[in-house]
């Protein structure tokens, strides 16, 4: 999932300063669990640009956000509201502010920051898991990516500064590299740390990406 | 003869540390590497060590080069990507520099540019690949070179470590990526290194154990609450506390442990890192009859 955190209200008033009629998107995948877009925010959004002196024009919860043609077919409808509206605040992660952008004509700004793709432990708890760098790694690290849990993105072992299994940079985070080699020992395949890996390609995360199904 | 004949040879190496300035006056590494000139077999040069900015490492070992002394380069992955490394590793040879120390480097977030952007594109075993292969006149895409370079690869090792299997797989990843010799995290306790070279004396290959010589109990404390895989034992703390002179005591400390270590052969060298008082590095070396 693609986790989002609500900016600071300041920063969202700075940005629809002279702009009085707001139309909001929220967004019902990621935004909606990250409770940074769905329904129950955007009301709560609706209510605290109205009593700074903005009217908004309408609402909705896009579905989701980062689908173009869904996009264009919901903002379609909601025409009326959108044109009278002097701006857009996009209540969903940044690919979905993009995609708002791309056909709502009138400025579209972001009311969150988008942090990392990640996973929920539990409500509003969440940790980043993947960077997408393009060449998937878990099939050797015991399903734990080095790339993302290593503060250093490290592919041949640990460094030399973690102290009882926590990383020296951040010691509320564990060692990549000791969940690594304990959950290989107990699958029994340390050998396959074993093997050296060279430089990674990173030519295969080089952006902007795009990628075609083939047929 | 130079560091890698002594280690083929057998000799007990002696090799220290230091850093380049921050800033462009190399008065003071000049004269301690006049100090020590002749009197050890090889001097690391830290490439911008703790990530904070000073000259590079490349800048130290020419300077140490010039003074007559062997010096031996670190480089780490943190703030150069693989093309920027195997640059730096060409001008190192093409100016006469043959040892090479690579590390991963310390994160930038405890150096004083925090905000910096770590590189980390290669660690240390994919720097000594690259060094390996620019040994044989390719760079690593296999582009021909103009002229072979020559290195003697050294990395580092950390003997206190849990798990301490996890430290030997990386060691033996290092070995056959080139490394010829380890540097090791510097180590107080002789039953800990001892254990160490039991573990890997199948690897074969050379190991200079780290030396820190304590200026006082605090340092030791806080290198044991701050720095990973240093453990100094509370008799030595003790010695410190009590010591009247504790750059003395603190000196006295290491030329116990190094004479020790080359008496029974534990390692085949000792590494001195004096952090900011390289200035002692002379007299321990007369304490320890070097």
Known sequence: MIISKQKPFEEILNFLKGKDKIFITGCSLCATSCMTGGQQQIDEMKNKLEEHGKTVTGTTVLDPSCHRLQVRATLKKQKVELASADAVLCMACGDGAQTVAAFAKIPVYPANDTLFIGEVERIGHFHEACKACGQCELGW??????????????????????????????????????????????????DTLLEIKGPKDYSKAAHPRKYVVGR | MNLKEKLARGDFVITAEMAPPKGIDFGHIRECARAVKGRVDGVNVTDFQSAVVRASSLGGAKMLLDEGLEPIMQITGRDRNRIAIQGELLSAAALGIKNVLALTGDHPSIGDHPDARGVFDMDSVNILQAATKLMEGQDLNGNELSGTPEYFLGASVTPLYDPLELQIIKMKKKIQAGAKFFQTQAVYDIDVIRSFMDEIKDLNTKVLVGVIPLKSAGMAKYMNNNVPGIQVPDEIIERMRKAEDKTKEGLNIAAEFIEQIKEEKICDGVHIMAIGAEENVPTLLDMCGF
């Open chain 1, 141 to 190: 690290t015991a399903g734990i990516c080095p790339i993302t849990k290593c503060a250093k993105s490290l592919l041949n072992g640990p460094c030399g500064g973690a102290t009882n299994g926590k990383c020296e940079v951040d010691p509320d985070n564990d060692c990549a590299w000791v969940l690594i080699y304990n959950r290989l020992k107990e699958q029994d395949m340390l």
